[in-house]
């Protein structure tokens, strides 16, 4: 058994943002040479989060037009008392925070559309996505 | 360490489609071998969810009344030109997408009432969901 | 490769109540012996979730208060003939259920602020979490 662990930077511009990282997820299973296998990619902080999803840009701003619908970020929170990100912590809970890729053949085991986004919902911050290949 | 991985094929007929699949997914952890693992199910195309639930019609009636009072499939979405399936790419993530399952003493490890679904958001087209077995 | 399972047990006085366990989890991977590998924390239930997210009373309130708004309680549903638990089996997928972690130099490596929890959804009865540890 073979493992290997990275740990993604991302320090965005914008206070909400989505960065495609399929390469960088790739990259990080070609290096632990595992050949099948799973990756888990895990934010590890608490108002971000990790998808599979499409890589199109009106679909992004679906996403985040429909997370500020149902959860505004500006509205009142219990927990924005010297903080103001209190819908950042939720809506990584509702876009589901982290995934588990399957690896085949050494490489991530994907269909067609599928695309690695790292969801910033509280940027201008440094932080940092785990890499856990583990496998044979 | 074993290692073992099956590709279901789904073709639904209706657009929004619940699958029980736990019996195709205990099948796929007996053919690994495996005693004691894990075994990664996921949807191989983003318009579509594997999730973990009860078996009861009236449940799954309500999973999607609520999926459709959140996100209205027939809203405007900047997804939508040519295409009709933004809602399903964001339902996908509502309900939490993917799916990693213990198991122990060669079985899956489950509760009385956990069942694996697939959950179709955009049926009508052939779509795959991969099942990766690990373990020993 | 070495596997580790345990199963914690619940029973919550509230009907709705987070319980922080990211200790329990910790000593499963101590005991496990696992160096380097990761742990699936699955409610065995579905009416629960398991979540990484801020230990802070606040933004608890403010989980709770969210799905209430999104998913009311004591709506009307099909799956409520004698029962009253859709909504809980509903929040459980928003909350995104269960959670893969990462296990470095053999601890938890998680961020400065993450912190696991079990969120019971219909409680007042007994429930059971696994715990499954793989790796080496």
């Known amino acids: 058994m073979k493992t290997h662990t990275e740990y993604l930077v991302f320090n965005t511009e914008e206070k909400i943002q ?12 070609e ?12 934010p590890m902080h608490i ?10 840009g009106g679909l992004i701003q679906d996403y985040i ?10 509205a009142e929170y219990n927990h924005n008392v010297g ?11 509702l ?11 050494g490489k991530l085991d994907f269909g067609p559309w599928e ?3 790292y969801c910033e919902f509280d940027g201008g911050r440094r932080k940092r996505v785990l890499v856990k290949v583990i496998g044979e």
């Not at 290096?31 to 895990?42: E, F, H, Q, T």
């Not at 903080?83 to 809970?93: L, T």
């Open 31 to 42: 290096k632990s040479g595992v050949k099948d296998g799973m990756v888990l990619v895990n």
């Open 95 to 105: 876009m589901a925070h982290q995934v588990v890729l399957p690896i085949t053949d």
């Open 115 to 117: 695309q690695v986004f």
């Open 83 to 93: 903080e103001d990100n209190a819908a950042a912590h939720i809506w990584r809970q």
């Open 47 to 56: 108002t971000a989060a990790v998808i599979v999803n499409d890589n199109e």
């Open 18 to 29: 989505f960065v495609r990282i399929t390469e960088r997820i790739e990259e990080a299973v």
């Open 65 to 74: 037009a429909n997370l500020q619908k149902l959860v505004p970020y500006d």
